[in-house]
């Protein structure tokens, strides 16, 4: 069944990702070809052809007839995220976006969370753990403090109905984020949760956003990496 809810190429795609942040693959380093895909993850030329293509596109491999695939200088490459609702994401893929509500509480802001927020240590913040599932396949476990007076009425929402990503859009309009990816692995909560193995790896992003005068949200989402890949766009 999970092979069935994120595409061959996308796999593939992960795949190579996971190797790049974990720097196996420095910037210059050969990436496996398509014969050598195919014959790895079972998949046709097209499919192979398509995940490497894709991957060129978003500016993370450089491919060169007669040089084959390489990991593309990152280091000369700006990247840009885009805040998306995942709803809208599975959505658009022609999934059932569901969500599983795990807390939603109200409490006092331990120091990292009020450091990040620009509080003070003990500061009343909004707390809420979701695991967002497509097709009933956990997809990314999102641990999101907020801070009050960014969104005052976000405990009021429906977190069934409305993600807490689109609750802030339309409630604390983003004006600056910063975030952070890396592959890691699943503490023992997060990997019960997305149904996985503890050394199963996982892409976790950290992204922390401000609405004009305050800092609006800090939040960790964990995908596993092989039914999830993060994409985004690059500009020399």
């Known amino acids: 069944m999970q092979k069935d809810v994120v595409p061959a190429y996308e796999q593939v795609k992960a795949w190579v990702r996971q190797h790049i942040a974990r720097g196996d693959w420095k910037p210059g380093d050969p990436v496996p070809s398509e014969s050598a895909l195919m014959e790895q993850f079972g998949i046709s030329r097209m499919t192979a052809n398509r995940a490497l293509r894709e991957l060129a596109a978003e500016g993370l491999v450089t491919r060169v007839q007669g040089s084959g695939t390489k990991v593309a200088q990152l280091h000369r490459i700006s990247s840009q995220l885009v805040i998306r609702d995942i709803h809208e994401e599975v959505a658009e893929r022609g999934h059932v976006h569901t969500t599983r509500i795990l807390e939603v509480t109200e409490e006092k802001a331990g120091p990292a969370v009020a450091e990040s927020l620009g509080l003070r240590k003990g500061a009343r913040v909004f707390h809420t753990i979701l695991v967002h599932m497509e097709n009933g396949v956990p997809i990314q476990y999102e641990d999101r403090y907020v801070n009050p007076a960014a969104a005052p009425d976000y405990l009021n929402t429906d977190f069934t109905q409305t993600s807490p990503t689109l609750h802030l859009l339309q409630h604390a309009p983003l004006t600056e984020a910063s975030y952070s990816i890396e592959a890691c692995l699943p503490n023992e ?30 939040a960790r989402l964990v995908y596993p990496g092989a039914r999830y890949s993060i994409a985004g766009q690059f500009q020399a």
Request: charge should be positive.
């Open 189 to 218: 909560v997060e990997a019960r949760e997305l149904g996985i193995r503890r050394g199963e790896p996982c892409l976790v992003m950290m992204r922390r956003t401000v609405s004009g005068a305050h800092a609006a949200s800090v």
